[in-house]
């Protein structure tokens, strides 16, 4: 893979060039969760308008007010319920419009109804040409189920983004990352904007829970970013773990917590984004108006405060 160097005070470290979107639709028994960024019709057209947009552009694929259809320029297995689909820009040198941390609007007419789904692609604002997505399936997921049979040739309407979290560089000194499942997108878009910055010299660490190590999106790649980059840490949590694993196994719990994440100052920040009994456990679920709502959960009893933690 190609690598761009990167400089910062504290050590040379190396950028992939090529950066990839991630889109993921939770189990049926997940899909009213605002927490994973994907929800059901009027739920994901009530959170996106709980959001503020970006500016619509020529120079720009998308548009956070209108739908555009976009082809399908390639559908890739990689795992047992994960695709890779390429999304191709009506003009080779047009950029997405994204900004982090935000997501997209998807639509699809499915058994003679509109079903629009949220969700959160990790895509470089700088990326020309194409949009790459990678959809986690469930057999329940029917937005899902639609993208994943999705072939070369074929389109799907897209509208956004719209913006979640305003990242701004070095405002934190550590930003730490806890996800469930595919709730690692937004996390994703955050910790690469952070990478790429030649000038952002802020520290990341990633808890990742998963069932099984096939489930952990990525995994080669984050190994090699947390071998790239000596800022970014990368702790693998599974509740269904073969008996060669030597990481943590179970759920991720309070002790967990306490001797990975940075201290609860003003100089840290906490992201978490999972299904619902997690965000429960660790951070305490949002509002039903999709605001941030109390912190609770372990990060209450570790001190963290609403200034020091953001959930997706």
């Excluded at 979640?164 to 997108?185: C, D, E």
């Amino acid at each position: 893979m190609t690598m761009l160097v990167r400089l910062t005070q504290r050590t040379m470290r190396k950028q992939p060039a090529s950066l990839m979107a991630f889109a993921v639709e939770p189990r049926a028994a997940e899909t009213s969760s605002a927490s994973m960024g994907v929800l059901v019709g009027a739920s994901a057209l009530m959170l996106a308008s709980s959001f503020s947009t970006t500016t619509a552009s020529n120079d720009h694929a998308l548009n956070p007010n209108e739908w555009r259809s976009f082809r399908v320029y390639s559908n890739e297995q990689l795992n047992h319920n994960t695709h890779k689909l390429r999304l191709e820009f009506p003009e080779e040198n047009q950029t997405s419009g994204l900004t982090v941390a935000s997501f997209l609007l998807t639509k699809a007419h499915l058994n003679g109804k509109a079903v629009i789904r949220a969700y959160t692609p990790t895509s470089a604002n700088s990326q020309k040409g194409h949009l790459e997505l990678i959809v986690k399936g469930y057999s329940t997921g029917t937005m899902s189920k639609h993208l994943v049979g999705l072939k070369a040739g074929d389109h799907i309407d897209v509208k956004g983004p719209n913006i979640k979290f305003t990242y701004k560089p070095n405002s934190r000194k550590h930003i730490a990352m806890v996800a469930g499942g595919s709730g690692i997108t937004p996390m994703l878009q955050v910790a690469l904007e952070i990478l790429r910055n030649p000038e952002d010299n802020t520290d990341v660490t990633l808890i990742f829970a998963n069932d099984t190590e096939e489930d952990i999106l990525l995994r080669d790649e984050l190994a090699s970013y947390e071998q790239i980059y000596p800022g970014f840490k990368v702790i693998n949590v599974l509740s269904k773990p073969s008996e060669s694993w030597t990481g943590y196994s179970g759920y991720i719990t309070k002790d967990i917590l306490e001797k990975h994440l940075p201290g609860a100052s003003a100089d840290n920040l906490v992201l978490v984004c999972g299904p619902p009994g997690f965000m429960l456990a660790v951070s305490g679920g949002k509002a039903k108006d999709f605001t941030q709502g109390q912190v609770e959960g372990y990060l209450k009893d570790l001190h963290y405060s609403s200034e020091t933690v953001f959930k997706f």
